[in-house]
Nanobody, 121 residues
């Protein structure tokens, strides 16, 4: 069994910062990719940033220069540092990973439960 557990969301004023964490646990053989998506009310889920086998993804223009993804491979954890937050960053942020579990030895996609980020103006 593989789990992704997110933390770090909350309510912050515009211009503030938050740091999200996502830890993968369970019967993990390897992690092929891991990163963050977000979904605002009435909008599609969008990729914010991720580490893949080909390297880090590009940030969308909406967060470029403000958000930074990092990782701690030893802890199977990725972080999303969000600075200069804007009301339009308000969304549920989801961790996503492609993981090969020891149980199946197959690569599968996993999602975290989501963490709410609300930026007030």
């Amino acid at each position: 069994q593989v789990q992704l557990v997110e933390s770090g969301g909350g309510l912050v004023q515009a211009g503030g910062s938050l740091r999200l964490s996502c830890a993968a646990s369970g019967s993990i053989f390897s992690i092929n990719a891991m990163g963050w998506y977000r979904q605002a009310p009435g909008k599609q889920r969008e990729l914010v940033a991720a580490f893949t086998s080909g390297g880090p993804t590009n940030y969308p223009d909406s967060v470029k220069g403000r958000f930074t993804i990092s990782r701690d491979n030893a802890k199977n954890t990725v972080y999303l540092q969000m600075n200069s937050l804007k009301p339009e960053d308000t969304a549920v942020y989801y961790c996503n990973a492609e993981i090969v579990s020891t149980a199946t030895m197959r690569r599968m996609g996993y999602w975290g439960q989501g963490t709410q980020v609300t930026v007030s103006s």
